[in-house]
């Protein structure tokens, strides 16, 4: 079965730094825009990172520009989330997913609509506390 699969997550305190992976397993990431979006406990999900099926572009939601970095390693078959300077706030489970090519053609969903992305993984926990 085709899935992705997300690792990296973990305890860290308030401007601590966290790594994000997230691998394709019977999946070419190369093949898709891929797309981090978090859920916090009783909020909704939100889209938080994205980067083009060719790497030429990345979008970021306004919480996160300027502390985040998506990036991806074809030859790896994964894309990565660098978190830095991480607040209480960016407490969540984090999913990986692929935007789905009949809508987005291999680019990234205005606004990271987490109606546009499919193919989630199945979450790595971040907590951020002292």
């Known amino acids: 079965q085709s899935q992705l699969v997300e690792s990296g997550g973990g305890l860290v305190q308030p401007g601590g730094s966290l790594r994000l992976s997230c691998t394709g397993s019977?999946?070419?990431?190369?093949?898709?825009?891929i797309g981090w979006i978090r859920q916090a406990p009783g909020k909704e999900r939100e889209g938080v990172a994205c980067?083009?099926?060719?790497?030429?572009?990345?979008h970021y939601d306004a919480s996160v520009r300027g502390r985040f970095t998506i990036s991806r390693d074809n030859a790896k078959n994964t894309v990565y989330l660098q978190m830095d300077d991480l607040k209480s706030s960016d407490t969540a489970v984090y999913y990986c997913?692929?935007?789905?090519?009949?809508?987005?053609?291999?680019?990234?969903?205005?606004?990271?609509?987490?109606?546009?992305?499919?193919?989630w993984g199945q979450g790595t926990q971040v907590t951020v506390a002292r």
């Open positions: 019977g999946l070419a990431v190369d093949d898709y825009a």
């Open positions: 997913a692929t935007a789905n090519p009949l809508v987005t053609f291999g680019r990234c969903p205005a606004f990271l609509d987490t109606r546009k992305f499919e193919r």
């Open positions: 980067i083009t099926l060719s790497g030429d572009a990345t």
